[in-house]
Nanobody
């Protein structure tokens, strides 16, 4: 399994981004039933959970999301998305997608005040 995250960038506070993660070499008939998630790591801090989408259709979010982010998935294309709205400077960091204990290389999100 390989994961490729993209969609990061630099925005001002209040802006939006959509992150995408392509999960390659995953078996399509299995992908839909398993959890995919997003984590982030700010400079000098530990990696932290942001959101995930389970195979049963449940979505979980970290408390700091406060309704600003939405995770979604396209099982046919084996992709997972993270829509980031109303971004804050403290959302700055590298965002990683994860699936089956595998991690992508991350995509940088920078939010300026």
């Amino acid at each position: 399994v390989q994961l490729q995250a993209s969609g990061g960038g630099s925005v001002q506070a209040g802006g939006s981004l959509t992150l995408s993660c392509a999960v390659s070499r995953a078996i399509s008939s299995v992908f839909w039933g398993l959890t995919v998630g997003w984590y982030r790591q700010a400079p000098g801090k530990q990696r932290e959970f942001v959101a995930d989408s389970t195979g049963s259709g449940t979505e979980n979010y970290a408390d700091f999301v406060e309704g600003r982010f939405t995770i979604s998935r396209d099982n046919a294309r084996k992709r997972v998305f993270l829509r980031l709205n109303n971004l804050k400077p403290e959302d700055t960091g590298v965002y990683f997608c994860t699936y089956e204990s595998q991690w992508g290389q991350g995509t940088q999100v920078t939010v300026s005040s």
